[in-house]
């Protein structure tokens, strides 16, 4: 499985992009974004289970994100509105061929995911 992460960029706070994530190879069952910012550990911030669609967020992005994932295109979208400084980060696309059951916490360990995108960086500033 390869993933390969596109969108990313500088935009002001208050304002919104997508990005998004290539699958290539075999469909994932849980697909998922991180995202590490300067000096951080990496964060969990939101996670799809590719069958039907259900979705997990973290709390720090809960209500302004949406991730979605499009089965034809084979492409795992996150889409982030009312952005903040503080999301400024290295967004990166996860994804394992492992479907959990929801309410599963290991939707949000790095540990779960199998493959890796290489990143793209979102940049929220004035």
């Known amino acids: 499985v390869q993933l390969v992460e596109s969108g990313g960029g500088l935009v002001q706070p208050g304002g919104s992009l997508r990005v998004s994530c290539a699958v290539s190879?075999?469909?994932?069952?849980?697909a998922a974004w991180f995202r590490q910012a300067p000096g951080k550990e990496r964060e969990f911030v939101a996670s799809i289970r590719w069958f039907d669609g259900n979705s997990r967020y973290g709390d720090s992005v809960k209500g302004r994100f949406a991730i979605s994932r499009d089965r034809a295109k084979k492409t795992v979208n996150l889409q982030m509105n009312s952005l903040k400084p503080d999301d400024t980060a290295v967004y990166y696309c996860?994804?394992?061929?492992?479907?959990?059951?929801?309410?599963?916490?290991?939707?949000?360990?790095?540990?779960?995911?199998?493959?890796w995108g290489q990143g793209t960086q979102v940049t929220v500033s004035s």
């Open positions: 190879g075999s469909t994932p069952g849980t």
């Open positions: 996860a994804a394992t061929p492992r479907s959990f059951n929801s309410g599963n916490s290991a939707v949000r360990e790095q540990l779960t995911y199998d493959n």
